[in-house]
């Protein structure tokens, strides 16, 4: 079965810092990837999702993710960040469990917070 | 436009008891999921259901956990017998198919404790 690694639990930046987020996944084939947010006091939602095409991917709010094929990864990065994207980050991946269904593995998810 | 619903918001039981949550997804999404977001461990996968049924159930910790959902919309999450290790965070998610692609809508959660 699938599995993810979020390897950055914890993430401490200063406004302005780059930001890049670990996450693999453990086999091909495939694949469709996600990146969900969790802004504090609000449901998950989504913040970019790679199905096929461009291995670079861009989301909401300046966020991007490059899917690494080779290398089983897609993180997350945004070149430049605010104090409004501290939040929890999950990266998630697509488990085929039959022809034409599927369920999503989650990682374990990654803290950000941001200092003003 | 209205959401994913979850009922309710928080519950406290005692150990042993049993307790349902219910979740309302999003009106003509077929694909309904439950996770249990436990501090520290991500969003674990507990079953989803395509319609009113559940190919895949293999994420439910044990068999005092059951779900169902009917007329293709409402689903009940019920645990028997609540233990402390229970305690967690529910979270519903519907989508409009069940495509591999597919965005995931998710509701508030329920937050569990268990006494």
């Known amino acids: 079965a699938q599995s993810v690694s979020q390897h950055n639990h914890h993430v401490i930046l200063s406004e302005a810092a780059s930001l890049e987020l670990g996450c693999n996944y453990s086999?091909?084939?495939?694949?469709?990837l996600f990146w969900y947010v969790q802004y504090p006091g609000q449901h998950l939602q989504l913040l970019l999702k790679y199905f096929s095409g461009d291995p670079l991917v861009k989301g909401i709010k300046g966020f991007e993710a490059e899917f690494i094929k080779s290398k089983f990864s897609f993180n997350l990065r945004k070149p430049s960040v605010q104090w409004s994207d501290t939040a929890e980050y999950f990266c998630a991946v697509n488990d085929k469990v039959t022809s034409g269904t599927y369920k999503y593995i989650f990682g374990t998810g990654t803290r950000l917070k941001v200092l003003a | 436009g209205a959401g994913v619903s979850q009922s309710p918001s928080n519950k406290v039981t005692e150990k042993g008891k049993d307790v349902e949550l219910r979740c309302d997804p999003i009106?003509?999404?077929?694909?309904l999921y439950w996770y249990r977001q436990s501090l520290g461990q991500g969003l674990e996968f507990l079953i989803y259901f395509q319609g009113n049924s559940a190919p895949d159930k293999s994420g439910l910790p044990s068999d005092r956990f059951s779900a169902e959902r009917t007329g293709g919309s409402v689903s009940t999450l019920t645990i028997q017998r609540t233990q402390q290790e229970d305690s967690a965070v529910y979270l519903c998610?519907?989508?409009?198919?069940?495509?591999?692609?597919?965005?995931?809508?998710f509701g508030p959660g329920t937050r569990l404790l268990v006494l």
């Open positions: 086999y091909g084939g495939t694949v469709n």
């Open positions: 009106s003509g999404h077929t694909a």
């Open positions: 998610a519907s989508s409009p198919g069940q495509g591999g692609g597919e965005t995931q809508y």
